[in-house]
């Protein structure tokens, strides 16, 4: 059997009798047809190309069908409209490889002669669509790939005994199908990345009003070896339960404002980067870090006030919590009144000046100064959904984490790092500390165990946004122990009491040994 799988030489004689040997090459040219149309993703994907064959078929159907008849397919089919489409698109197309299979058994001529002539309908169908660049491209290869398979395919399973034939069948077939599907997602997963990434790189944010503009970070508030008071994008922590960031096409996108509310409305991402903007400079922690850790940053971020699309909806009386779910359907929930309560809550589109990276949730996510990430930060935000405390528990909730997650205030060394070994002489101790909504007041250091003294604040750039601090100490030969600790806005000095993150943030003193030699 083995030798007879791997002959290439065998010549196609099939058995216009045998039962089998009909369903057999129906399948086969259904394989065959399935891989072409996976490789013609793939090879749009790869192209760089938007737009596949298969979406531009039906972008063809769709412009020449008559008006009553996508009609009646909106109301029957509803928002599955597209995907009834697309499936009845590649059920023809399989249906047609079927019978091409069939035919093919007796004259291979007979499939190169419909591969080419379905490829070159396809494409002048297909090339209409003015998004579709990577056609000709996507088409020559899905011809020529599908030929091949149902080539080896029928060359596999012919002039054997049926019960052989049945596992060459289910061998040489399942690696068809396999690839099939492989390319089909490697495809889409392209496609998207591309759509995706080519409407980002060619957006430019909608300027912010003067009086809602902030100053960029002026360079006096460099506090000499603390991070960067304005994290880059590119460092900034990033922390989802996404195994790929969720890939979303802003011309597709819409954000849902549902639940208690007098008015629901959906807008599209124009709309929303019509309504008013604002800038704000606000950190964001995820309630994960743990004393002394970098799941923290600091960034510039452009966006709507919630505050004023919640005004819009009209939020009913006893509407207590806020819920944002992602499109992949991570949810938070925060209590409504932090809203409305004078602290930044933005949708925001942007960070530090471009359009959110994907990774950081384009198109659009909340940002809510004091409240770590779990219960407020909805990267890649679909829907706003208002209702009660009680009626929901958010993603993280029941795996443990509490319900209420406002950021506790926090300070952290960042030179010189951790188990350093320096030179003895002048050195400079520096890092950040933060608090929002509350912001920083006083940062001090307690060196070798001895009392504590008070660090240099550098400029604060909002109440919301971490500050940096620095304190000059002369190195003296010798190990020596750093411990850091903030006092917010409020008079409030963090505690020394050691908590770990879960369930509600890390607590606790950042403290580090140094070596100086
Ligand atoms: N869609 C989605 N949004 C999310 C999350 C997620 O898993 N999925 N994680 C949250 C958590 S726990 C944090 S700390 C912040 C992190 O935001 P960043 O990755 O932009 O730093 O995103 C929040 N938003
Ligand atoms: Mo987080």
Same mark, same amino acid.
């Given at each position: 059997?083995?030798?007879?799988?791997?002959?290439?030489?065998?010549?196609?004689?099939?058995?216009?009798?045998?039962?089998?040997?009909?369903?057999?090459?129906?399948?086969?040219?259904?394989?065959?047809?399935?891989?072409?149309?996976?490789?013609?993703?793939?090879?749009?994907?790869?192209?760089?190309?938007?737009?596949?064959?298969?979406?531009?078929?039906?972008?063809?159907?769709?412009?020449?069908?008559?008006?009553?008849?996508?009609?009646?397919?909106?109301?029957?089919?509803?928002?599955?409209?597209?995907?009834?489409?697309?499936?009845?698109?590649? !059920?023809?197309?399989?249906?047609?490889?079927?019978?091409?299979?069939?035919?093919?058994?007796?004259?291979?001529?007979?499939?190169?002669?419909?591969?080419?002539?379905?490829?070159?309908?396809?494409?002048?169908?297909?090339?209409?669509?003015?998004?579709?660049?990577?056609?000709?491209?996507?088409?020559?290869?899905?011809?020529?790939?599908?030929?091949?398979?149902?080539?080896?395919?029928? @060359?596999?399973?012919?002039?054997?005994?049926?019960?052989?034939?049945?596992?060459?069948?289910?061998?040489?077939?399942?690696?068809?199908?396999?690839?099939?599907?492989?390319?089909?997602?490697?495809?889409?997963?392209?496609?998207?990345?591309?759509?995706?990434?080519?409407?980002?790189?060619?957006?430019?944010?909608?300027?912010?009003?003067?009086?809602?503009?902030?100053?960029?970070?002026?360079?006096?508030?460099?506090?000499?070896?603390?991070?960067?008071?304005?994290?880059?994008?590119?460092?900034?922590?990033?922390?989802?339960?996404?195994?790929?960031?969720?890939?979303?096409?802003?011309?597709?996108?819409?954000?849902?404002?549902?639940?208690?509310?007098?008015?629901?409305?959906?807008?599209?991402?124009?709309?929303?980067?019509?309504?008013?903007?604002?800038? @704000?400079?606000?950190?964001?922690?995820?309630?994960?870090?743990?004393? !002394?850790?970098?799941?923290?940053?600091?960034?510039?971020?452009? !966006?709507?006030?919630?505050?004023?699309?919640?005004?819009?909806?009209?939020?009913?009386?006893?509407?207590?919590?806020?819920?944002?779910?992602?499109?992949?359907?991570?949810?938070?929930?925060?209590?409504?009144?932090?809203?409305?309560?004078?602290?930044?809550?933005?949708?925001?589109?942007?960070?530090?000046?471009?359009?959110?990276?994907?990774?950081?949730?384009?198109?659009?996510?909340?940002?809510?100064?004091?409240?770590?990430?779990?219960?407020?930060?909805?990267?890649?935000?679909?829907?706003?959904?208002?209702?009660?405390?009680?009626?929901?528990?958010?993603?993280?909730?029941?795996?443990?984490?509490?319900?209420?997650?406002?950021?506790?205030?926090?300070?952290?060394?960042?030179?010189?790092?951790?188990?350093?070994?320096?030179?003895?002489?002048?050195?400079?101790?520096?890092?950040?500390?933060?608090?929002?909504?509350? !912001?920083?007041?006083?940062?001090?250091?307690?060196?070798?165990?001895?009392?504590?003294?008070?660090?240099?604040?550098?400029?604060?750039?909002?109440?919301?946004?971490?500050?940096?601090?620095?304190?000059?100490?002369?190195?003296?030969?010798?190990?020596?122990?750093?411990?850091?600790?903030?006092?917010?806005?409020?008079?409030?000095?963090?505690?020394?009491?050691?908590?770990?993150?879960?369930?509600?943030?890390?607590?606790?003193?950042?403290?580090?040994?140094?070596?100086?030699?």
């Amino acid at each position: 059997m083995d030798q007879i799988v791997e002959e290439p030489s065998a010549p196609i004689e099939p058995n216009p009798d045998a039962w089998l040997g009909r369903w057999a090459a129906a399948a086969f040219g259904v394989f065959a047809v399935g891989l072409a149309l996976g490789v013609s993703e793939l090879v749009t994907g790869l192209a760089g190309g938007d737009q596949s064959l298969i979406g531009a078929l039906g972008t063809w159907v769709i412009d020449t069908v008559p008006a009553a008849v996508s009609k009646w397919a909106i109301e029957t089919f509803g928002t599955y409209d597209k995907l009834v489409l697309i499936v009845s698109i590649v !059920g023809v197309a399989l249906v047609i490889g079927g019978l091409v299979g069939v035919a093919a058994r007796n004259r291979f001529a007979t499939a190169v002669g419909a591969f080419v002539a379905f490829g070159g309908l396809a494409y002048l169908a297909a090339v209409r669509d003015p998004l579709s660049d990577r056609i000709a491209a996507a088409t020559a290869a899905a011809v020529v790939f599908g030929l091949f398979a149902l080539g080896y395919l029928l @060359r596999t399973g012919s002039g054997m005994t049926e019960d052989a034939s049945r596992r060459a069948f289910l061998r040489a077939g399942g690696a068809v199908v396999a690839l099939a599907i492989a390319s089909a997602v490697t495809g889409r997963w392209v496609i998207a990345r591309m759509a995706t990434s080519v409407r980002r790189d060619a957006m430019v944010l909608p300027p912010v009003d003067e009086s809602e503009r902030v100053e960029p970070a002026p360079p006096t508030a460099q506090a000499m070896g603390a991070v960067p008071v304005v994290t880059p994008n590119d460092e900034f922590y990033r922390i989802d339960t996404a195994v790929t960031s969720p890939l979303v096409n802003p011309d597709n996108w819409s954000l849902t404002i549902s639940g208690m509310v007098d008015r629901p409305f959906e807008i599209t991402y124009n709309q929303l980067l019509d309504l008013p903007m604002v800038e @704000r400079y606000v950190t964001l922690s995820c309630v994960s870090n743990r004393v !002394g850790g970098d799941l923290v940053g600091n960034a510039r971020w452009q !966006g709507v006030p919630l505050r004023h699309v919640l005004e819009l909806a009209q939020v009913r009386d006893g509407a207590t919590q806020l819920v944002g779910r992602s499109v992949d359907n991570f949810t938070v929930g925060f209590p409504t009144e932090v809203v409305f309560d004078g602290r930044d809550a933005l949708i925001a589109v942007g960070m530090n000046g471009e359009p959110l990276p994907v990774r950081h949730g384009y198109p659009a996510r909340l940002v809510v100064a004091g409240l770590y990430g779990y219960v407020s930060a909805t990267k890649w935000l679909e829907e706003i959904h208002l209702t009660t405390w009680e009626a929901f528990d958010a993603y993280w909730i029941p795996r443990g984490w509490a319900k209420e997650g406002p950021i506790k205030t926090q300070s952290r060394i960042d030179r010189p790092s951790p188990n350093a070994t320096l030179a003895a002489g002048p050195e400079v101790i520096a890092g950040v500390a933060w608090a929002p909504t509350r !912001g920083i007041s006083r940062v001090e250091l307690s060196i070798d165990e001895a009392d504590w003294v008070e660090a240099e604040l550098a400029d604060s750039l909002a109440d919301s946004s971490w500050r940096q601090w620095s304190l000059p100490w002369e190195a003296t030969p010798g190990r020596h122990t750093i411990q850091v600790r903030a006092t917010d806005g409020t008079g409030e000095t963090q505690t020394a009491d050691l908590a770990p993150p879960r369930p509600d943030g890390a607590t606790g003193h950042h403290t580090i040994f140094v070596t100086v030699e």
